[in-house]
């Protein structure tokens, strides 16, 4: 290493993995918002530990939220053919899931935010 005069870290470490490991390894370089070994490494190495807070959960609640709207719109659709819900009742229950659907979204983008501060 000719340029290593210049460089402020001198010392190199060498890490070994299997392929299985290295697998594993990447998937949490990727989860931790970190775009590098490097950077994964020395936050791993002096902070002790990487957070991650894992939405899945709630990505999957959203869209059911979601399917969960499509279905009263086919509920209202029924309705309006066989006058048996009042056009009231149907616009409460699309307004109640909307305001979930927002509710949720903004908690996620709420969660999120504070991840990348």
Known sequence: MEDSKNRYRKVQKILRLTDRENDILSKRIKKSGYETFQAFAYQMLFDGEIYFQDFSELNDLHYEISKLGNNVNQLAKAANIYKQVSPDDVQELTDEIERLSNLLE????????????
Do not use: C
């Open 106 to 117: 903004e908690k996620l983008n709420h969660l999120t935010k504070k991840r990348r501060e």
